[in-house]
């Protein structure tokens, strides 16, 4: 039975400003450029919008869009609270709403000055979701992304012998195609060695295995697959989509294992709501926060079996010209920390063919994933439509 | 008038209804972790529903102060001023016998003997006179 929402809901517009790290502008000026140019991709009027699912907390929320842009009936107001996750989930959100008839042009948009304003170990503890790690974890100085994950990478390491060589190749090969994309904060090739030689920040996560805070909106539209075909550009449909939820959501710490993030529970529904499996992969947006993160991803996701994802990401498979590239836009290691919504805009330019000098030929079907919260997990699998 | 010396303020826990009787038996030197009364298995953090079984039923029990390494990490960049001067410092994830875990600076271990498995006792270290937190050693 084809599910509910197979191909019912298409990335309709992108839009997303220069990524930088310091700027004059806020996060909620920054998220509104996006969501212009998002909607003028689309080739629709703001007033076309009539659902927001803003990233929160922080930037704007649907009220600013209704006085900002003047919507005269918004429907629909959500915000999808799973950090680093919240973006891919919310495409199922805006799917489910465009699905139903509920709306009809869904804006999904992230502002942020993560290195301008608040940084990221400040940013958690304001999270409702993160008020235990606050009580049991922050006092004995685990507080920042990078310390909360280091333990699992470890733990990886330990048991099935992944290396910093492993973590370097991701680094290394993100950055070659954030030079390739042109807006990106890193613009400088990396070398394996440089990785190596970086200060380590929380074993074994060293400064090049962690994610950029930089500065930057994002944005796109989420139409009805029929609102969406005659619209400017070719419609990227949603073939499957899905959120998962780990087990010990609040807490790393107290989760059975660690390594198992909710995409373990989401990639089975998403890739069965598609109708394809990971063989049918031809390009990949995979939500980069740490290095080890994508491994770990890669590996949850069912492209490798379990503690594989070291030796998987090696001899070029995740480069321009590999197997499965992988981030081809710098991700948030390189190109900037937008929360993952810069991944699913690569996704949409790679099936459009806009892919520029890092399009992967004949890309017909991609994925793009979700990771925060300390374990939220998500996942689109999508193409272009006829 | 001199200049005022701005001190960090370290981030301590703010018991709540669900978790003073935690950090009250880590004040009085006992590790005390809640108990289901109806499935009697243990659960971490405090929370007030049993999610085995449901029941709002429950109490601390002392535990064995006892436990293996699960993982570590050693932080080298601080995050936060009040960590600056303990910077590089070591937090191990312990399995502890009582069936949870504690997540808790490490003492007396060197990073290349560090392994899982590794036994561990859990002591006690006082922040302030109310918070006293949990650290670990090497057995």
């Known amino acids: 039975m084809v599910h509910p929402l197979h191909e019912r809901a298409a990335v309709s517009g992108i839009g997303e400003t220069v990524y930088t790290r310091g700027t004059s502008k806020s996060g909620l000026a920054l998220q509104f450029e996006a969501s212009l140019k998002a909607i003028a991709d689309a ?251 994508v491994i770990n991803q890669l590996e949850n996701l069912g492209f490798c079996k379990k503690g594989e994802g070291g030796p998987f990401v090696m001899d070029g498979r995740i480069a321009l010209g590999g197997a499965l590239p992988i981030n081809t836009h710098g991700g948030l290691l390189s190109q900037g920390h937008v929360v993952g919504l810069n991944h699913i805009i690569e996704l949409t330019r790679q099936l459009r063919g806009e892919g520029g000098r890092a399009q992967v030929k004949d890309a017909e079907i991609g994925l793009v994933t979700g990771y925060g919260d300390m374990g939220d997990g998500s996942l689109a699998i999508m193409r272009r439509a006829a | 008038m001199s200049a005022a010396v701005i001190t960090p303020d370290r981030p301590l826990p703010k018991p709540t209804r669900e978790s003073q009787a935690f950090w009250d038996g880590l004040r009085e030197g006992r590790f005390m972790i809640q108990h289901c009364m109806a499935c009697g298995r243990p659960r971490h953090y405090p929370r007030p529903v049993c999610p085995h079984c449901w029941s709002m039923e429950s109490d601390f029990r002392e535990a064995p102060l006892t436990g293996r390494i699960h993982t570590w990490t050693v932080c080298h960049h601080a995050f936060n001023f009040a960590f600056k001067q303990a910077t590089p410092y070591l937090v191990a994830l312990a399995d502890m016998d009582a069936g949870v875990r504690v997540n808790a600076p490490l003492h007396g271990v060197a990073e290349a003997d560090l392994r899982i498995g590794l036994p561990v006792r859990l002591s006690f270290e006082a922040a302030t006179p109310e918070i006293t937190l949990p650290c670990l050693a090497a057995v």
Request: hydrophobic fraction near 45%.
């Open chain 1, 43 to 293: 080739g629709l009027s703001p007033r076309d919008i009539d659902g927001i699912i803003p990233y929160f907390p922080g930037g704007a929320i649907a009220e600013d869009y209704v006085a900002n842009l003047g919507l005269p009936d918004l429907k629909l107001s959500v915000f999808v609270p799973m950090g680093g996750a919240t973006c891919v989930a919310a495409l199922q959100t805006a799917a489910m709403a465009v699905a139903t008839g509920v709306c009809r042009h869904v804006l999904i948009s992230v502002g942020r000055t993560g290195y301008s304003g608040a940084r990221a170990s400040e940013r958690l503890l304001q999270f409702p979701q993160f008020a235990l790690a606050g009580e049991f974890e922050a006092p004995i100085g685990i507080f920042a992304p990078a310390q909360l994950y280091a333990p699992g990478a470890r733990r990886h390491m330990e048991l099935y012998g992944t290396t910093p060589r492993h973590l370097a190749e991701i680094a290394v090969v993100t950055r070659q195609h954030a030079i390739l994309n042109g807006n990106a904060v890193m613009t400088k090739p990396l070398t394996v060695e440089e990785h190596h030689a970086s200060r380590m920040i929380s074993d074994p996560f060293r400064l090049f295995d962690c994610s950029l805070e930089s500065d930057g909106g994002a944005a796109i539209i989420v139409s009805a697959a029929e609102a969406a075909r005659d619209l400017a550009k070719p419609r990227v449909s949603i073939m499957g989509v899905a959120e998962g939820h780990p087990d010990s959501p609040a807490s790393i710490a107290q989760r059975p294992d660690l390594l198992e993030f909710g995409l373990v529970k989401a990639a089975p529904r998403a890739f069965g709501m598609a109708g394809v499996t990971p063989a049918d992969i031809d390009v990949a947006e995979i939500y980069d926060c740490f290095t080890f993160t």
